[in-house]
Structure formats: structure tokens, C-alpha cells
């Protein structure tokens, strides 16, 4: 039980963190020392509005989408691989279930490890906001 109590808090911790998004990185130059922290952060948001007002969206490919495809190609995977086994065993569809099942846990993992951390905003919404930035005098080096 101690266990399952564990398993979870750790489960929603990596949940959690895969939902924060990234955010543009200023190079600090006269506009950003002029401003000061503060306040290029409500540039930076009166940007990141802009470009959702302009139809521009911050979820390109979702990591939502990105696991989900994961656990489906693991579990495709799996059932081929299983169903191969079980046929030279002579149980080809128990081994496809098996196969299947375990692919699929394994791809599912596998697409939660790699969507921990921010999410990528699509290339649309960061060229929107980094152009802005740029129009109030900032330099945006990447987004992390």
C-alpha cells in the first residue's frame, strides 16, 4: 500500500511537471536591463497574448499526443514481435496479446519519460512571439 501511495505521488509529480510550458529566453542587452526583470516578463505575456489572439497556437503537437503515439507504436510493436514469437512456440495469439500488452506499457513509459519537462510551443506561436519581443527591443536567444 505504501508502495501504491509512493507510485502515485511520483506519477503526478512528472505529470505535473510535463504540463509547464517554455517560455522565450532573453539575451540580456540594454532593452532587458532598461526594463528589468519584471517587466519584460509582462512583455513577454502581452506577446504571448498577441499571438493567441492572432490565431497563433502555443500546443503545436501536444506531449498528450506525443505518449499516446508512443504507447500506440509500442503496442503495435509488441503485438508483432509477440506474434512472432508465439508462432514459433505455437500460441501466436497469446503471444500477440502478451506482445501487445506488454509494447504497450513499455511505449507508454517510454513517451512519459521523454514528456517530462516543458512543452514545446509550436513554430508558429514562437516565431509570433519572438518577432514581437524583437519589435519592443528584446533578443530572444531560445525557449526552454
Known amino acids: ?17 510535463a504540463c509547464s510550458s517554455a517560455r522565450p529566453v532573453l539575451y540580456p542587452n540594454a532593452q532587458l536591463e ?6 519584460a516578463e509582462r512583455d513577454v505575456e502581452a506577446c504571448r497574448r498577441l499571438a493567441e489572439s492572432a490565431g497563433a497556437e502555443e500546443r503545436g503537437g501536444g506531449k498528450t499526443g506525443r505518449v499516446a503515439t508512443s504507447t500506440a507504436v509500442g503496442a503495435g510493436a509488441g503485438a508483432a514481435s509477440g506474434a512472432v514469437g508465439g ?3 505455437g500460441a501466436a495469439g497469446r503471444g500477440s496479446m502478451i506482445g501487445a500488452a506488454s509494447g504497450a506499457v513499455w511505449g507508454l513509459l517510454i513517451g512519459l519519460f521523454h514528456a517530462v519537462g ?3 510551443p509550436s513554430p508558429a506561436y514562437t516565431n509570433f512571439v519572438n518577432r514581437c519581443l524583437q519589435e519592443k527591443g ?3 536567444t531560445g525557449w526552454q
Not at 505504501?2 to 503526478?12: E, G, N, P
Not at 532598461?34 to 517587466?39: A, E, L, P, Q, R
Open 1 to 17: 500500500m505504501k508502495r501504491l501511495r509512493i507510485s502515485s505521488a511520483i506519477f503526478a509529480a512528472l505529470m505535473l511537471s
Open 34 to 39: 532598461s526594463v528589468g526583470k519584471d517587466g
Open 87 to 89: 508462432a514459433i512456440t
Open 118 to 120: 516543458p512543452s514545446r
Open 138 to 140: 528584446y533578443e530572444v
